[in-house]
């Protein structure tokens, strides 16, 4: 199992930037894709951007790309997204999530991800 912890988050103008940090613990030998989704107020919780652990090659949303990045640091067990020009659309509680080696950047479905981070509110006022 992989421990996630996540940081960063808090309110943002319209136009403004953010980061997000995910630390990993546990078994982290064993990741192979981590990955961030958003869920809104009455909304399904939605794919935002994924990075493979090993090759960093990335996948992204329709609705974030050029905006957001995401990144990994692997001596300090983190994946990041740098959120950029954010909108009230983006308003939602973030989630990192990792997915077991074999795992695919092109995996969107939150089903396909292992284990989750708690959570952190991202709130853009406009």
């Known amino acids: 199992q992989v421990q996630l912890v996540q940081s960063g988050g808090g309110l943002a103008q319209a136009g403004g930037s953010l980061r997000l940090s995910c630390a990993a613990s546990?078994?982290?030998?064993?990741?192979?894709?981590m990955g961030w989704f958003r869920q809104a107020p009455g909304k399904e919780r939605e794919f935002v951007a994924a990075i493979s652990w090993i090759f960093g090659s990335t996948n992204y949303a329709d609705s974030v790309k050029g905006r957001f990045t995401i990144s990994r640091e692997h001596a300090k067990n983190t994946v990041y997204l740098q959120m950029n020009s954010l909108n009230a659309e983006d308003t939602a509680v973030y989630y990192c999530?990792?997915?077991?080696?074999?795992?695919?950047?092109?995996?969107?479905?939150?089903?396909?991800?292992?284990?989750w981070g708690q959570g952190t509110q991202v709130t853009v006022s406009s």
């Open positions: 546990g078994r982290t030998l064993s990741i192979g894709v």
């Open positions: 999530a990792a997915a077991l080696r074999g795992g695919s950047v092109y995996y969107i479905n939150p089903s396909q991800y292992n284990d």
